[in-house]
């Protein structure tokens, strides 16, 4: 609705100069004829109409000056008859005074294009009112700016057209965040168009109502899609177990994972062999609290991973493992009897050695072949990836090294911890123990003597373990412990220094055999020396063993694996 503008203050002044010229008039009248007391009264009824007027006047020109939006009206030619002070604001000019002589192309000076303007011209003649019509200005600075513009033609007596006028509102904040937020979305939108993974929306009861367009590398329309329950996409082996996690987000899980299904592909899809892709899904519930504060399900979201690939990589890693277990099953199988023919040629010829003394040596090589079959025995049996337990490996080896020799009235006696060991050290422990073993069978117990023979295992406060072995028999002789000769003795030092331990003997009373040693690795060692929170690396500077250089988690840690 229209409210009076400049025109109607000019009428309402000629209004009041015509009052006021009556009023004069009746006045002049009066006093040529004094005593008419009804043209007084009119005199005075007219003077209040034209303070009426005035007043009128008054509070127009207040609301056009400060009026929230701009206040105009212009020529057909192109030039301002008037406009208030916000338009003025709006268009970077001081006051409306400088707008008017200032601007007098409005097509040409303040429009980006000036076919603009006769565009808006033509649209005003048609329709005689224009409402929110939104274009592109200049302001005098010549940033550009968004107005939208309320426009009716006024025409003059002669039915021509005499001037347009109209209000203007400045949206340029809303129109810029109009184009970030379109630039926006077509950013994302461009994103999805590039993305692998299938990114969907679902309403309450499963039906798509957004898909990305991945899904359409697997021969589906976007829009033949819109509307259907998202199961129908899965074989239909799989869809009522998807049904079943799909329904955990109502029932308090809002998150469904890690579920596998084969995707039904549409008649364009040209993948390998046109099989079936497995997908990987994940999917979360999207909810609103209601007035009486109790969630509602509104829907999911989620997104579906073609996995394919991976399960053919997992399918052929699993069947290369099953081909190496095979040969490695066979591979033990072939070095148990290997081993066993090895024990069998040693036995045939201790039994035709010519002297005691080279049957004697005969028979501590086999106890050293038999130590080796049963720690490869154990070996094989284990299934805790690089260690091995050692209750179970004292036991085979006491088993094997007493076999060698007369021992019914020998007792043994365990006292055993299972202490996991590191592979790397099984073979130099279990020879160490057979070494010990072997001597106290050999020399504790002369001429069938009776006796007890212990082992003791256990783990000491800082990490490291103790081994203990124990007879009661005649002990060693001074020498030998004092000095470590003899063969046997100086290959029990020498494994003892394979395993970083400390090796301690006593044959005063029979004989005891201590071994103090690290059953871990090296690389767990170094590991567990690191600071929790930073600090110094003790591996700086480290030597590596040249037996334990190439193990793959040194590798790894290289970077030679990749």
Same mark, same amino acid.
């Given at each position: 609705?229209?409210?009076?503008?400049?025109?109607?203050?000019?009428?309402?002044?000629?209004?009041?100069?015509?009052?006021?010229?009556?009023?004069?008039?009746?006045?002049?009248?009066?006093?040529?004829?004094? !005593?008419?007391?009804?043209?007084?009264?009119?005199?005075?009824?007219?003077?209040?109409?034209?303070?009426?007027?005035?007043?009128?006047?008054?509070?127009?020109?207040? =609301? =056009? *000056?400060?009026?929230?939006? &701009?206040?105009?009206?212009? +020529?057909?030619?192109?030039?301002?008859?008037?406009?208030?002070?916000?338009?003025?604001?709006?268009?970077?000019?001081?006051?409306?005074?400088?707008?008017?002589?200032?601007?007098?192309?409005?097509? !040409?000076?303040?429009?980006?294009?000036?076919?603009?303007?006769?565009?808006?011209?033509?649209?005003?003649?048609?329709?005689?009112?224009?409402?929110?019509?939104?274009?592109?200005?200049?302001?005098?600075?010549?940033?550009?700016?968004?107005?939208?513009?309320?426009?009716?033609?006024?025409?003059?007596?002669?039915?021509?057209?005499?001037?347009?006028?109209?209000?203007?509102?400045?949206?340029?904040?809303?129109?810029?965040?109009?184009?970030?937020?379109?630039?926006?979305?077509?950013?994302?939108?461009?994103?999805?168009?590039?993305?692998?993974?299938?990114?969907?929306?679902?309403?309450?009861?499963?039906?798509?109502?957004?898909?990305?367009?991945?899904?359409?590398?697997?021969?589906?329309?976007?829009? &033949?899609?819109?509307?259907?329950?998202?199961?129908?996409?899965?074989?239909?082996?799989?869809?009522?177990?998807?049904?079943?996690?799909?329904?955990?987000?109502?029932?308090?899980?809002?998150?469904?994972?890690?579920?596998?299904?084969? +995707?039904?592909? !549409?008649?364009?899809?040209?993948?390998?062999?046109?099989?079936?892709?497995?997908?990987?899904?994940?999917? *979360?519930?999207?909810?609103?609290?209601?007035?009486?504060?109790?969630?509602?399900?509104?829907?999911?979201?989620?997104?579906?991973?073609?996995?394919?690939?991976?399960?053919?990589?997992?399918?052929?890693?699993?069947?290369?493992?099953?081909?190496?277990?095979? @040969?490695?099953?066979?591979?033990?199988?072939?070095?148990?009897?290997?081993?066993?023919?090895?024990?069998?040629?040693?036995? @045939?010829?201790?039994?035709?050695?010519?002297?005691?003394?080279?049957?004697?040596?005969?028979?501590?090589?086999?106890?050293?072949?038999?130590?080796?079959?049963?720690?490869?025995?154990?070996?094989?049996?284990?299934?805790?990836?690089?260690?091995?337990?050692?209750?179970?490996?004292?036991?085979?080896?006491?088993?094997?090294?007493? &076999?060698? =020799?007369?021992?019914?009235?020998?007792?043994?006696?365990?006292?055993?911890?299972?202490?996991? @060991?590191?592979?790397?050290?099984?073979?130099?422990?279990?020879?160490?123990?057979? *070494?010990?073993?072997?001597?106290?069978?050999?020399?504790? =117990?002369?001429?069938?003597?009776?006796?007890?023979?212990?082992?003791?295992?256990?783990?000491?406060?800082?990490?490291?373990?103790?081994?203990?072995?124990?007879?009661?028999?005649?002990?060693?002789?001074?020498?030998?412990?004092?000095?470590?000769?003899?063969?046997?003795?100086?290959?029990?030092? &020498?494994?003892?220094?394979?395993?970083?331990?400390?090796?301690?003997?006593?044959?005063?009373?029979?004989?005891?055999?201590?071994?103090?040693?690290?059953?871990?690795?090296?690389?767990?060692?170094?590991?567990?020396? @690191?600071?929790?929170?930073?600090?110094?690396? #003790?591996?700086?500077?480290?030597?590596?063993?040249?037996?334990?250089?190439?193990? #793959?988690?040194?590798?790894?840690?290289?970077?030679?694996?990749?």
């Amino acid at each position: 609705m229209w409210r009076p503008d400049l025109l109607h203050m000019a009428l309402a002044g000629a209004l009041i100069l015509g009052v006021l010229h009556h009023l004069w008039s009746v006045r002049g009248a009066g006093r040529r004829g004094s !005593g008419r007391t009804e043209d007084q009264t009119r005199v005075q009824a007219l003077e209040r109409k034209v303070d009426a007027l005035r007043r009128i006047k008054a509070r127009y020109k207040n =609301f =056009f *000056e400060q009026a929230p939006v &701009g206040i105009f009206r212009t +020529l057909p030619s192109g030039g301002f008859v008037s406009a208030n002070g916000n338009l003025a604001k709006m268009l970077g000019y001081a006051s409306p005074g400088e707008l008017m002589e200032q601007v007098t192309d409005i097509a !040409g000076q303040l429009y980006v294009s000036s076919g603009q303007r006769a565009e808006m011209y033509r649209k005003v003649l048609a329709e005689g009112v224009v409402k929110n019509l939104e274009t592109n200005l200049r302001r005098r600075d010549g940033e550009l700016i968004w107005l939208s513009l309320s426009l009716r033609v006024v025409r003059d007596e002669a039915g021509g057209i005499g001037r347009l006028e109209g209000f203007a509102v400045d949206v340029t904040g809303r129109k810029r965040a109009e184009e970030a937020l379109a630039a926006s979305e077509r950013m994302f939108r461009q994103m999805l168009r590039w993305m692998r993974d299938i990114l969907y929306r679902l309403d309450p009861e499963g039906r798509i109502v957004f898909i990305s367009h991945a899904v359409t590398r697997y021969g589906h329309r976007v829009e &033949g899609l819109l509307g259907r329950d998202i199961r129908e996409l899965a074989r239909p082996g799989d869809r009522d177990r998807l049904r079943r996690r799909l329904a955990e987000r109502r029932t308090g899980e809002r998150r469904t994972s890690g579920v596998e299904f084969l +995707l039904l592909p !549409g008649p364009g899809f040209t993948g390998p062999d046109a099989s079936p892709p497995v997908m990987l899904l994940e999917a *979360e519930g999207i909810y609103e609290t209601d007035a009486d504060g109790d969630l509602r399900f509104l829907g999911s979201i989620g997104m579906a991973r073609d996995i394919t690939r991976r399960k053919l990589a997992e399918e052929r890693l699993t069947q290369s493992l099953e081909a190496k277990e095979l @040969l490695l099953r066979e591979l033990q199988h072939r070095v148990k009897n290997n081993l066993q023919v090895l024990l069998s040629l040693i036995s @045939l010829t201790a039994s035709r050695a010519p002297t005691p003394e080279a049957a004697l040596v005969c028979r501590e090589i086999q106890g050293y072949v038999r130590c080796m079959s049963a720690m490869h025995a154990l070996l094989s049996r284990a299934r805790a990836g690089d260690r091995v337990g050692l209750a179970d490996m004292v036991r085979d080896i006491y088993t094997a090294a007493s &076999g060698l =020799f007369a021992t019914e009235g020998v007792a043994p006696h365990f006292d055993l911890e299972d202490i996991p @060991l590191h592979m790397d050290k099984a073979l130099p422990f279990g020879m160490l123990l057979n *070494e010990l073993l072997t001597n106290t069978f050999k020399h504790a =117990f002369p001429d069938g003597r009776p006796g007890r023979v212990s082992v003791g295992l256990y783990r000491l406060d800082d990490g490291r373990a103790r081994l203990t072995v124990a007879d009661d028999g005649v002990g060693y002789d001074d020498g030998v412990v004092e000095c470590g000769l003899g063969v046997g003795m100086g290959l029990i030092h &020498g494994l003892a220094g394979q395993l970083d331990g400390e090796l301690s003997l006593d044959g005063e009373i029979g004989s005891r055999a201590h071994l103090v040693f690290h059953p871990d690795g090296w690389q767990d060692r170094l590991q567990g020396a @690191l600071p929790p929170n930073g600090g110094p690396d #003790p591996r700086a500077g480290a030597s590596i063993p040249a037996d334990e250089d190439q193990e #793959p988690l040194a590798r790894v840690r290289s970077g030679q694996d990749g």
